[in-house]
């Protein structure tokens, strides 16, 4: 298409406006060089270099987000959330020649475009577990491609529509807390930060959005009206679709499919297809000059006010009609790939004007004909205006601003702006139209007695007599005061007059401009809240300050004591163990939900079975409890009384002749007090109620303590006392013979010495004792174990996990695991906090000494579906313990060490005993199986009350026999353990499952599958052949050990 442009002005040509570039001081012709960008804040300005002070910006709509750091002009990053961002590594459809057809396999349930947005307002249809996840992942990639920073908690601004459904907020809001753990996420409206981004107060803006088209006042930062239609970009996208539609059925092609397909009502092109061509080539018509009402256009009012015009260099030649006559006579190819075959479109350029024009305008139909939700644009943008208070509207009128998506419509935002100018130069302001109002103009009759609201307000001048008085008596009144702020406010408005009531379009950087330049000016966003509180309340928790129950807030988040620095992985164990129970539970951490009246109903019960347990200490907590429980009846009793009390005198002081009525002595003598003597026992008990309420936290607090550190109860299988109870042998007793050089088992320490497999030397140079290299095929020995156990794991249907290695200390607390040594010390490595953290109660971190823990916390304050269970998860992790005191010949080498590595597993299961110990079995065949694979001579066993954690109600060990330790328990070592610990720890981690439509608490069972340094040890001793002096390696870890069958000593060349 070829357009002739008029020869442009002397003044107004380019090349007077820029300023030409000089090169240096030879003063020559200016080189050719790029267009200079935009610097990032994060090298213009040093506060953004400080990541603590970064907020992160985030604008979320129905089909893309935009993230960037706040002070910045424009988003670093602007995602789509179609079906592309689903794609994982390795998928590559995109390149298939069949996928272009794959729009027509969409999911069942979802219509045409359905997977190409995020969330819809009908919240019923959308699953928002998928939108949360898709929220994650934009937000994850953002940060690493685009921001360029990691994910650690930073405070996040939010703008949102406010009319976004409460669903899918708190969907939004749980991502950036539970996964982002962002301290503080700050609300903006939308509409707003716009106005904001106009550099004005005050503006009608206008959101030509996805899925409706909403128009909002916003008067002096506030919203005070909105209003909404479905004429918005999914309309147009379909009505350009049922133009290329009709295109298509003109093709000899596909006029026969076509045509079934529209009359069946199916889509004959793809989405992707059909919103490219409304994004590049459908535009807008024009109102022509003529029709236009001859009122001052924006650029011709006088300039000033709030916010400064956007100045456009305009060419200064008589206008011509913006529909060219050579143009309506072109025509534009469009090329389709979504049929079958490829087909190639020729549409009239004024044709690709028609579907903006029935979307937005819809010309052919009479105003009486639409609904309140399809007004056309320009009919809801008038109607919005009519119905606000005069003074906003002749504000707003003034400032109507632009955004969304479907803004960027050629010519679209000034045809509506100029049928907003006809209606208003039609209608005026009068609310009523139709005959009646004319008729009521034109009789003089009807309008007699009445007065004009445009003739003003009637001035009424007061008598000179009362006039005279008040300059009199003027002299003696008070002057107020001089008001700054009132002077500087006046002082401004009478340089820089407001303009208002004139219609007038304003330019706005958006949403996320004005986003951007409100957090960096630090203003306050619409709500702020907190990560703490949100935890703890959800979305159906406190919306006011005065609805927070700050008892309950303290009797639940206790203040956390001040942590003493301590040395990290340091090699004297007593620097960092601490009893759990010292371990101070955060606000951010689950709320326990102990059955404390099972202990106060059953304490002998509970009493005996710390005894069996060797919980000294705990087996007085449950008596303790009952006196606690006293305690706190006896005090509810006297609060009872004072609060009466409290309530009778409130009345009188009140309203005394509420009391009047009743005789008794008690009123009587309330009513023979004055009310001075009532004030000062309402203070009196106010003050006694306040430390009532207080003593009665404490005890609570205490109670809660006590009980969190009893143990669970033992199964009736579980055997009394010390002793375990054999129940079965896996594989053959080896017959071994002693070395013939020393007449002694060779211990698997001597064994990797002799082959150079372990370095214990070179360890505990670099970390201490209990710590070791493994080496050569040892180490190789480890991957092939651990590969080894998860692929038998797998294989039963457990579905693997990678957990973390540093845990919360009050989450291993809540799972129970306090391993101790003989000396009944704790042995927990705990990571060192400076003291800044401790002072601002940062929760305290330690190494995980079993994955059991990080498994078990991964479904903390979730609630599981009954479909779900039985969950089985293993993992393979690194574990660290300090085993403290356990120094001796018989913890040598590789038995008792600091870190190993262990496959563990983990399930949770309903609360029924059979399914439970089904999971269980499962576990202890999956253990026999992978210890009889690998040729050891093991034994399982059920071990006793003396035995168990405080987690378990029942326990088994598998102990393989060790040559060199013979002289201790027979040969007999620990290397695998599964445990049941019901719903200890559920309860705990607020971990519920809904099962039957009752929320519940589900069992937990783990195992360990295979712990390495033990196992090693014990194949190191089984496998060992004194005359070759080698070491065989089992079969069925051949495949992960290069096909070796033998380990054997290394010859030094």
Not at 94 to 113: C, I, L
Not at 657 to 664: E, K, L, R, V, W
């Given at each position: 298409?070829?357009?002739?442009?008029?020869?442009s002005?002397?003044?107004r040509?380019?090349?007077?406006?820029?300023?030409?570039?000089?090169?240096?001081?030879?003063?020559?012709?200016?080189?050719?060089?790029?267009?200079?960008?935009?610097?990032?804040?994060?090298?213009?300005?040093?506060?953004?270099?400080?990541?603590?002070?970064d907020?992160?910006?985030?604008?979320?709509?129905?089909?893309?987000?935009?993230l960037?750091?706040?002070?910045?002009?424009?988003?670093?990053?602007?995602?789509?959330?179609g079906?592309?961002?689903?794609r994982?590594?390795?998928?590559?459809?995109t390149?298939?020649?069949d996928?272009?057809?794959?729009?027509?396999?969409?999911p069942?349930?979802k219509?045409?475009?359905?997977?190409?947005?995020?969330?819809?307002?009908?919240?019923?249809?959308v699953?928002?577990g998928?939108?949360e996840?898709?929220?994650?992942?934009?937000?994850?990639?953002?940060l690493?491609?685009?921001?360029?920073?990691?994910?650690?908690?930073?405070?996040?601004?939010?703008?949102?529509?406010?009319?976004?459904?409460?669903?899918?907020l708190?969907?939004?809001?749980?991502?950036?807390?539970?996964?982002?753990?962002?301290?503080i996420?700050?609300l903006?409206?939308?509409?707003?930060?716009?106005?904001v981004?106009?550099?004005?107060?005050?503006?009608?803006v206008?959101?030509?959005?996805?899925?409706e088209?909403?128009v909002t006042?916003?008067?002096?930062?506030?919203e005070?009206?909105?209003?909404?239609?479905?004429?918005a970009g999914?309309?147009?996208?379909?009505?350009?679709?049922?133009?290329?539609?009709?295109?298509?059925?003109?093709?000899?092609a596909?006029?026969q499919?076509?045509?079934r397909?529209?009359?069946q009502?199916?889509?004959?092109?793809?989405?992707?297809e059909?919103?490219?061509?409304?994004?590049?080539?459908?535009w807008?018509?024009?109102?022509?000059?003529?029709?236009?009402?001859?009122?001052?256009?924006?650029?011709?009012?006088?300039?000033?006010?709030?916010?400064?015009?956007?100045?456009?260099?305009?060419?200064?030649?008589?206008p011509?009609?913006?529909?060219?006559e050579?143009?309506?006579?072109s025509?534009?190819?469009?090329?389709?790939?979504?049929?079958?075959?490829?087909?190639n479109?020729?549409?009239?350029?004024?044709?690709?004007?028609e579907?903006?024009?029935?979307?937005y305008?819809?010309?052919?139909?009479s105003?009486?004909?639409?609904?309140?939700?399809?007004?056309?644009?320009?009919?809801?943008?008038y109607?919005?205006?009519?119905?606000?208070p005069?003074d906003?509207?002749?504000?707003?009128?003034?400032?109507i601003?632009?955004?969304?998506?479907?803004s960027?419509?050629?010519?679209?935002k000034?045809?509506i702006f100029d049928?907003?100018?006809?209606?208003?130069?039609?209608?005026g302001?009068d609310?009523?139209?139709?005959?009646?109002?004319?008729?009521?103009?034109?009789?003089?009759?009807?309008?007699r007695g009445?007065?004009?609201?445009?003739?003003?307000?009637?001035?009424?001048?007061?008598?000179a007599?009362?006039?005279?008085?008040?300059?009199?008596t003027?002299?003696?009144?008070?002057?107020?005061?001089?008001?700054?702020?009132?002077?500087?406010?006046?002082?401004?408005?009478?340089?820089?007059?407001k303009?208002?009531?004139?219609?007038?379009?304003?330019g706005s950087l958006?949403?996320?401009?004005?986003?951007?330049?409100?957090?960096?000016?630090?203003?306050m966003?619409?709500?702020?809240?907190?990560?703490?509180?949100?935890?703890?309340q959800?979305?159906n928790?406190?919306?006011?300050?005065?609805?927070v129950?700050v008892?309950?807030?303290?009797?639940?988040?206790?203040?956390?004591?001040?942590?003493?620095?301590?040395?990290?992985?340091?090699?004297?164990s007593?620097?960092?163990?601490?009893?759990?129970?010292?371990?101070?539970?955060?606000?951010?951490?689950?709320k326990?939900?102990i059955?404390?009246?099972?202990?106060?109903?059953?304490?002998?019960l509970?009493?005996?079975?710390?005894?069996?347990r060797?919980?000294?200490?705990?087996?007085?907590?449950?008596a303790?409890?009952?006196?606690?429980?006293?305690?706190?009846?006896?005090?509810?009793?006297?609060?009872?009384?004072?609060?009466?009390?409290?309530?009778?005198?409130?009345?009188?002081?009140?309203?005394p002749?509420?009391t009047?009525?009743?005789?008794?002595?008690e009123?009587?003598?309330?009513?023979?007090?004055t009310?001075?003597?009532?004030?000062?026992?309402?203070?009196?008990?106010?003050?006694?109620?306040?430390?009532?309420?207080?003593?009665e936290?404490?005890?609570?607090?205490?109670?809660?303590?006590?009980?969190?550190?009893?143990?669970?109860l033992t199964?009736?299988?579980?055997?009394v006392?010390?002793?375990?109870?054999l129940?079965?042998?896996?594989?053959?007793?080896?017959?071994?013979?002693?070395?013939?050089?020393?007449?002694?088992?060779?211990?698997?320490?001597?064994?990797?010495?002799?082959?150079?497999?372990?370095?214990f030397?070179?360890?505990?140079t670099?970390?201490?004792?209990?710590?070791?290299y493994?080496l050569d095929?040892?180490a190789?020995?480890?991957?092939?174990?651990?590969?080894?156990?998860?692929?038998?794991?797998?294989?039963?249907g457990?579905?693997q996990?990678?957990p973390p290695?540093?845990?919360?200390?009050?989450?291993a607390?809540a799972?129970?695991?306090?391993?101790?040594?003989q000396?009944?010390?704790?042995?927990?490595?705990?990571?060192?906090q400076s003291?800044?953290?401790?002072?601002?109660?940062k929760?305290?971190?330690s190494?995980?000494g079993?994955?059991?823990?990080p498994?078990?916390?991964?479904?903390?304050?979730?609630?599981?579906?009954?479909?779900?269970?039985?969950?089985?998860?293993?993992?393979?992790?690194?574990?660290?313990?300090?085993?403290?005191?356990a120094?001796?010949?018989?913890?040598?080498?590789?038995y008792?060490v600091?870190?190993?590595?262990?496959?563990?597993?983990?399930?949770?299961?309903?609360?029924d005993?059979d399914?439970t110990?089904d999971?269980?079995?499962e576990?202890?065949?999956?253990?026999t199986?992978i210890?009889?694979?690998?040729?050891?001579?093991?034994r399982?066993?059920?071990?006793?009350t003396a035995?168990l954690?405080?987690?378990?109600?029942?326990?088994c060990?598998?102990?393989?026999?060790?040559p060199?330790?013979?002289?201790?328990?027979?040969?007999?070592?620990?290397?695998?353990?599964?445990?049941?610990?019901?719903?200890?720890?559920?309860?705990?981690?607020?971990?519920r499952a809904?099962?039957d439509?009752?929320?519940?608490?589900?069992?937990?069972?783990?195992?360990?599958?295979?712990?390495v340094?033990?196992?090693?040890?014990?194949?190191?001793?089984?496998?060992?052949n004194?005359?070759?002096?080698?070491?065989?390696?089992?079969?069925?870890?051949?495949?992960?050990?290069?096909?070796?069958?033998k380990?054997?000593?290394?010859?030094?060349?």
């Amino acid at each position: 298409m070829s357009s002739s442009a008029a020869p442009s002005l002397a003044h107004r040509s380019i090349a007077n406006i820029r300023t030409e570039t000089g090169s240096g001081i030879s003063g020559g012709p200016a080189s050719p060089h790029t267009p200079s960008r935009n610097i990032s804040s994060t090298f213009g300005s040093p506060s953004s270099l400080r990541a603590e002070e970064d907020i992160i910006v985030i604008e979320l709509g129905s089909r893309f987000i935009k993230l960037g750091f706040a002070g910045e002009p424009a988003p670093k990053a602007v995602l789509s959330l179609g079906p592309e961002q689903l794609r994982r590594v390795g998928d590559f459809r995109t390149w298939d020649p069949d996928h272009k057809d794959d729009w027509r396999r969409r999911p069942t349930g979802k219509t045409w475009g359905d997977d190409h947005e995020l969330w819809q307002y009908d919240v019923r249809t959308v699953d928002l577990g998928l939108v949360e996840d898709k929220i994650d992942r934009a937000v994850r990639e953002a940060l690493n491609k685009f921001l360029l920073i990691d994910s650690r908690p930073r405070r996040t601004s939010l703008v949102l529509s406010s009319s976004i459904p409460l669903p899918l907020l708190s969907t939004t809001l749980d991502v950036f807390f539970h996964r982002f753990q962002a301290p503080i996420v700050s609300l903006m409206s939308s509409a707003v930060t716009s106005v904001v981004g106009a550099g004005t107060r005050s503006a009608l803006v206008v959101d030509l959005g996805w899925a409706e088209t909403s128009v909002t006042s916003v008067y002096e930062y506030r919203e005070i009206r909105t209003t909404r239609t479905t004429r918005a970009g999914k309309m147009l996208v379909n009505e350009t679709h049922n133009m290329l539609q009709d295109a298509l059925s003109t093709s000899s092609a596909h006029s026969q499919k076509t045509r079934r397909e529209r009359e069946q009502g199916r889509h004959s092109l793809s989405f992707v297809e059909c919103e490219e061509v409304a994004c590049r080539l459908v535009w807008c018509r024009q109102v022509k000059r003529g029709d236009l009402p001859s009122i001052r256009r924006p650029e011709q009012q006088q300039p000033g006010g709030e916010a400064l015009p956007t100045v456009e260099e305009q060419d200064e030649s008589p206008p011509t009609s913006p529909i060219e006559e050579e143009r309506s006579d072109s025509n534009v190819e469009v090329l389709i790939h979504s049929v079958e075959p490829a087909e190639n479109l020729t549409l009239p350029f004024q044709q690709l004007s028609e579907p903006c024009e029935s979307t937005y305008f819809a010309p052919h139909y009479s105003r009486s004909s639409f609904d309140d939700d399809e007004l056309p644009i320009h009919h809801l943008i008038y109607q919005h205006l009519v119905q606000l208070p005069i003074d906003a509207r002749a504000v707003c009128m003034s400032r109507i601003v632009f955004i969304g998506g479907c803004s960027r419509v050629i010519g679209l935002k000034r045809r509506i702006f100029d049928e907003l100018s006809k209606l208003v130069h039609e209608r005026g302001w009068d609310p009523v139209q139709g005959r009646a109002p004319k008729q009521y103009e034109n009789n003089a009759l009807l309008k007699r007695g009445s007065r004009r609201a445009t003739e003003g307000p009637t001035e009424i001048e007061p008598p000179a007599r009362e006039t005279e008085e008040r300059r009199v008596t003027g002299e003696d009144e008070p002057r107020s005061a001089a008001d700054v702020i009132e002077d500087s406010l006046r002082k401004r408005d009478s340089h820089h007059p407001k303009i208002q009531g004139t219609l007038r379009p304003l330019g706005s950087l958006g949403p996320w401009g004005g986003a951007s330049l409100a957090c960096q000016l630090k203003v306050m966003a619409m709500a702020n809240i907190d990560r703490e509180l949100w935890l703890q309340q959800g979305v159906n928790g406190a919306s006011r300050p005065s609805e927070v129950d700050v008892k309950a807030q303290q009797r639940q988040t206790p203040t956390p004591r001040i942590i003493s620095r301590v040395n990290c992985l340091a090699s004297h164990s007593l620097q960092h163990r601490r009893a759990f129970a010292d371990v101070k539970r955060p606000s951010t951490a689950p709320k326990p939900i102990i059955d404390i009246r099972h202990i106060r109903e059953n304490p002998e019960l509970h009493e005996q079975n710390c005894l069996e347990r060797n919980y000294v200490q705990q087996s007085k907590s449950p008596a303790r409890i009952n006196e606690i429980f006293a305690q706190w009846q006896a005090l509810q009793k006297d609060s009872r009384a004072v609060r009466e009390r409290s309530n009778l005198l409130r009345r009188q002081i009140a309203n005394p002749a509420s009391t009047s009525g009743d005789d008794n002595a008690e009123f009587n003598e309330i009513r023979s007090k004055t009310r001075d003597e009532l004030l000062d026992e309402a203070r009196v008990l106010k003050q006694k109620l306040a430390a009532v309420e207080q003593d009665e936290a404490k005890l609570v607090e205490e109670m809660e303590g006590l009980a969190l550190a009893i143990p669970n109860l033992t199964s009736d299988v579980t055997p009394v006392g010390d002793e375990p109870r054999l129940l079965s042998y896996i594989n053959e007793h080896p017959h071994e013979t002693p070395s013939a050089s020393d007449k002694v088992w060779r211990s698997h320490a001597h064994i990797g010495s002799e082959l150079g497999l372990l370095d214990f030397a070179g360890a505990g140079t670099v970390s201490g004792w209990g710590w070791y290299y493994l080496l050569d095929e040892a180490a190789q020995l480890e991957q092939a174990l651990v590969q080894y156990a998860l692929a038998v794991a797998t294989r039963h249907g457990w579905r693997q996990v990678a957990p973390p290695s540093v845990v919360y200390s009050h989450v291993a607390a809540a799972c129970g695991f306090q391993p101790r040594d003989q000396n009944g010390e704790q042995q927990i490595y705990s990571l060192a906090q400076s003291a800044a953290d401790a002072e601002r109660g940062k929760p305290e971190l330690s190494l995980a000494g079993t994955s059991e823990i990080p498994l078990a916390g991964m479904k903390a304050e979730t609630t599981l579906d009954a479909t779900e269970l039985p969950a089985k998860r293993v993992a393979v992790s690194r574990c660290y313990r300090a085993e403290a005191g356990a120094r001796g010949a018989s913890t040598k080498g590789l038995y008792r060490v600091h870190e190993f590595t262990k496959v563990e597993m983990f399930a949770w299961t309903a609360p029924d005993a059979d399914e439970t110990v089904d999971v269980f079995e499962e576990m202890l065949d999956i253990q026999t199986e992978i210890l009889g694979s690998l040729g050891l001579h093991c034994r399982v066993l059920e071990m006793p009350t003396a035995d168990l954690g405080a987690s378990a109600v029942r326990k088994c060990d598998i102990e393989a026999f060790f040559p060199s330790r013979q002289e201790q328990n027979d040969g007999w070592g620990e290397v695998t353990s599964a445990s049941i610990c019901t719903d200890y720890q559920t309860r705990r981690l607020a971990t519920r499952a809904k099962i039957d439509g009752k929320l519940t608490f589900p069992w937990t069972v783990n195992g360990t599958a295979l712990a390495v340094p033990r196992v090693l040890a014990a194949l190191l001793e089984a496998g060992w052949n004194e005359q070759e002096m080698s070491v065989s390696i089992p079969a069925c870890l051949q495949p992960w050990m290069e096909g070796k069958e033998k380990i054997v000593r290394k010859t030094i060349s």
